[in-house]
Each structure stands twice: as structure tokens, then as C-alpha cells.
Nanobody
Framework: QVQLVESGGGLVQAGGSLRLSCAYSGRTNGHAHMGWFRQAPGKEREFVAG????????YYADSVKGRFTVSRDNAKNTVYLQMNSLKPEDTAVYYCAARIYDGNYYNPNGWNYWGQGTQVTVSS
């Protein structure tokens, strides 16, 4: 089992920044691939960013490229999502996810473990 705990959400004005953290623990057979997803009210959960177990590969949704940065500190078992130039349309519950095996990062169905989510609200 893998446990994920997100933190760092909150209320911010448009153009501002937030950094989300996800602390992971449990058996991951090495370092799991990690991802961030978000879900706005009335919408499906969508991929935001992902990072491989080694940290050498990163993936981003087109809507956040150039504004968000995913990183990880394997010594601390923590993954981060730095969010800059936030827009009202970034408002959502953000979820951290983990997968043991490599695959399609963009599809939420391929992820094995999920955090409880943290609310991000961007005011205009």
C-alpha cells in the first residue's frame, strides 16, 4: 500500500503562486511514478503534471505548460507542484497520484493510489 498526503492548497489572486506538496509513504518497490490531477465542480478529473520515479522525465497538460513545474525529492519522499501565474480556471481540487509501473500518465485510470485532495481557489 502507498499513502499520499497533499498540502499547500488555498486561496490566491489571479497571477499569484502556490506550491503543493505530496508526501508519500509505503511500499513502492522503488520510487513510484507520481502525478498531479485536478477536478473542478461538474468536470471530469484531468491530468495536470507527472514525473517519473527518477525525476528525469516530466509531463504537463498543455493548459499548464510554462506556468506549472513538477519536481520531487526522493530523499524526503515528497513531490511538489509549483504553480505560477495562476488563473481562475485553475480553480479545482488537486489530487496527488502514484503508480508503480510506467505507462500513460494522462489517463487517470492507470494510477494505483490517490491522495485526499487539496482545494485551490484562484480569484479574479
Amino acid at each position: 500500500q502507498v499513502q499520499l498526503v497533499e498540502s499547500g492548497g488555498g486561496l490566491v489572486q489571479a497571477g499569484g503562486s502556490l506550491r503543493l506538496s505530496c508526501a508519500y509513504s509505503g511500499r513502492t518497490n522503488g520510487h513510484a511514478h507520481m502525478g498531479w490531477f485536478r477536478q473542478a465542480p461538474g468536470k471530469e478529473r484531468e491530468f495536470v503534471a507527472g514525473i517519473s520515479g527518477s525525476g528525469r522525465r516530466t509531463y504537463y497538460a498543455d493548459s499548464v505548460k510554462g506556468r506549472f513545474t513538477v519536481s520531487r525529492d526522493n530523499a524526503k519522499n515528497t513531490v511538489y507542484l509549483q504553480m505560477n501565474s495562476l488563473k481562475p480556471e485553475d480553480t479545482a481540487v488537486y489530487y496527488c497520484a502514484a503508480r508503480i509501473y510506467d505507462g500513460n500518465y494522462y489517463n487517470p485510470n492507470g494510477w494505483n493510489y490517490w491522495g485526499q485532495g487539496t482545494q485551490v481557489t484562484v480569484s479574479s
